[in-house]
């Protein structure tokens, strides 16, 4: 019980909310880390699956490579990255990368991949080109299921951004190391609620997002089949 | 050459994997008919048709369109001239109804305000109401996809359409008024249609010309359909139009039936005599001023005819009309009568089932 007491001592100390290493400005740390590390996820992601998924070529080694991507644990990563280039913010926003990108990319694939055969063939058939059928059918109709994808990352990524703390760098996982050393619990558990806030607002939005880009006429079952 | 809109010249397709399914097809189809490829499923009626708008390119041979090889025209350029209909709609789930209709006037260029307006005059022409334009395709019965899908083939006013078992996946009642509203707009709309079905009775409805394909894609037969029903080149046509041809040759059997009379009443009570005399006396027609019937009453009803009238409801028959529209007419009347009209739809008597049978046997002794 006083674990979470002091959780709430700590999280409403106005001495924790102010200055340069307080919470809003770790936040504003992770939550830059984040944005940058989707954003450059989705870059690579969402054109990678498209391209798979409209050419129905490479599926096979997209999703092998997802796979076995996903089967790499983010912190080896970040060791490893960190002694190949050094210290900075290359190698934690690599690997959160590497960490971002699989659930994107065998979502935006996926949702290419289901669109129904019959619905391109008449598609093409109505005289429209091959970048037609992506632009005016394949991309909307797998943008709610790639949006899928998106969500699923930026739960992960928020979740693991705080390896970055491992190198001392910002963000909320700077109270994790230094509440460890420390062994001040309540700091530890006061970070881990304000990552679990963070996740859930971006979540928050990324689903309104995932509805405005999802036509009235298939919102009823994004993923059917 | 004339006036053919669609040529086949020589044309065989192999697909990659070794099948042949279409074989040395040569194949002219007139301009402005309605031409059916008809045949058992797997025989190349949907290939033979896919390689019209180059959606399947062939192994051999050229097809034309209007003297033009497709093969020199772009794809997409091909495409947007024909319009096209399957089986499964192909709507685009995340448009709405009109959009869908739009797609072709749209890829032209036009204005998405032009390319409204046809889209919503369109859905008048194939018997949708305009409010439906706002739906998505989800939201429609598959006979109203249906509809929406010949209105988005129609949509740019393409010279041809080319239509691959369009009505095969609607049940039977919509499939009926699908036909008869296609035939409908084939009278008020010029355009050459090549349709594929698998289903006879279909093509000898709508077809001019009806080419019969046989396995391995060959062209077994290509002729009116009285002329296939009534003289299969082979024996595989003759087994694949079937047992029940004779009756599908009443379609096109006219024959002068002896019309008998009936008893009237109008509309004042006035009871007479059309077409000689009645030998029913227990169903009485109601005319009405102009001489047209307008239902059957039975005698004991006859003194409250405007309420207890029996709508004629079924065909009426026209003297010179097919044997099978004859006896539709008989089996559709409750009296058991059929009920014989002018061209003004003036009563001129009525036809008794016995003499329709008659004149049926008639022509099947004459046929053996
Ligand atoms: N893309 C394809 N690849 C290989 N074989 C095909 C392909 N499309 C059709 N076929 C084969 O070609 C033959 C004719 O097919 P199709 O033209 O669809 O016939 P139908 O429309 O008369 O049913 C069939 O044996 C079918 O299996
Ligand atoms: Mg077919």
């Known amino acids: 019980m006083n674990l979470l007491s002091g959780m709430w001592q700590w999280l409403t100390d106005p001495t924790n909310w102010t200055g340069t290493g307080a919470i809003p400005a770790r936040m504003l740390e992770h939550v830059a880390y984040s944005g940058v590390v989707m954003l450059v996820a989705v870059l690579v992601a969402v054109p990678l699956g498209l391209l798979v998924g409209h050419t129905g070529r490479g599926a096979g080694v997209v999703i092998g490579v997802s796979g076995a991507l996903r089967a790499l644990p983010t912190l080896g990563l970040l060791t490893l990255f960190s002694l190949l280039m050094g210290l900075g913010l290359v190698p934690p926003l690599l690997a959160l990368v590497i960490l971002a990108v699989p659930p994107i990319l065998t979502a935006t694939y996926a949702g290419v991949a289901e669109v129904d055969p019959a619905v391109k063939d008449a598609a093409k058939a109505q005289g429209m080109t091959p970048g037609q059928v992506l632009g005016h059918v394949e991309v909307p109709l797998a943008l709610p299921v790639a949006m899928g994808g998106i969500r699923n990352a930026a739960l992960q990524v928020i979740a693991t951004a705080t390896v970055a703390a491992y190198i001392n760098l910002g963000g909320l996982g700077r109270y994790l190391i230094d509440g460890l050393a420390v062994r001040d619990y309540s700091r530890m558990l006061g970070s881990v609620l304000l990552v679990a806030v963070l996740a859930l607002a971006a979540d928050a939005v990324l689903a309104a997002l995932q509805r405005a880009v999802s036509s009235p006429g298939i919102r009823t079952s994004p993923t059917e089949k | 050459m004339g006036n053919h809109a669609i040529s086949f010249r020589e044309v065989r397709k192999t697909y990659p994997d070794g099948t042949t399914a279409v074989d040395d097809l040569t194949l002219d189809v007139p301009e402005g008919s309605l031409t059916v490829f008809v045949g058992p499923s797997g025989c190349g009626k949907t290939t033979s048709l896919r390689m019209i708008n180059r959606m399947v390119e062939p192994t051999a041979g050229t097809v034309e369109v209007n003297g033009q090889d497709v093969s020199t025209v772009p794809e997409a350029q091909l495409r947007r001239s024909m319009g096209y209909v399957m089986q499964a709609s192909g709507l685009l789930p995340h448009r709405t109804v009109v959009e869908n209709i739009s797609t072709v006037p749209r890829l032209l260029g036009q204005s998405k305000r032009a390319a409204r307006e046809r889209a919503e005059e369109l859905l008048e022409t194939i018997g949708l109401d305009?409010?439906?334009?706002?739906?998505?395709?989800?939201?429609?019965?598959?006979?109203?996809?249906?509809?929406?899908?010949?209105?988005?083939?129609?949509?740019?006013?393409?010279?041809?359409?080319?239509m691959d078992e369009p009505f095969s996946a609607v049940d039977p009642v919509v499939r009926a008024d699908l036909q008869r509203e296609l035939l409908d707009l084939k009278q008020r709309l010029n355009k050459t249609i090549v349709f594929v079905t698998h289903d006879m009775d279909e093509a000898v409805l709508l077809g001019d010309r009806v080419a019969v394909f046989a396995r391995g894609g060959r062209l077994a037969q290509y002729a009116s359909p009285e002329k296939i029903l009534r003289e299969p080149a082979d024996q595989f046509v003759s087994d694949f139009v079937g047992r029940d041809r004779g009756f599908r040759a009443l379609s096109f059997d006219t024959h002068d039936i002896p019309l008998s009379g009936v008893l009237t009443v109008d509309g004042q009570g006035h009871t007479a005599e059309v077409g000689g005399p009645a030998g029913v006396t227990d169903w009485v027609l109601e005319v009405n001023s102009a001489g047209q019937p307008v239902g059957w009453v039975t005698s004991t009803q006859s003194a409250e005819i405007t309420d207890q009238a029996h709508r004629v409801g079924g065909s009426l028959h026209h003297p010179g009309g097919s044997l099978r529209s004859a006896l539709d007419a008989a089996l559709s009347s409750p009296s058991g009568l059929a009920v014989a009209v002018d061209d003004d739809g003036r009563l001129l008597g009525v036809l008794r089932p016995q003499d329709v049978l008659e004149a049926i046997d008639k022509v099947r002794e004459s046929r053996q």
């Open chain 2, 130 to 162: 305009r409010g439906l334009g706002g739906r998505y395709p989800s939201q429609l019965s598959g006979g109203q996809q249906q509809r929406v899908g010949v209105a988005r083939a129609l949509a740019a006013d393409p010279p041809v359409l080319l």
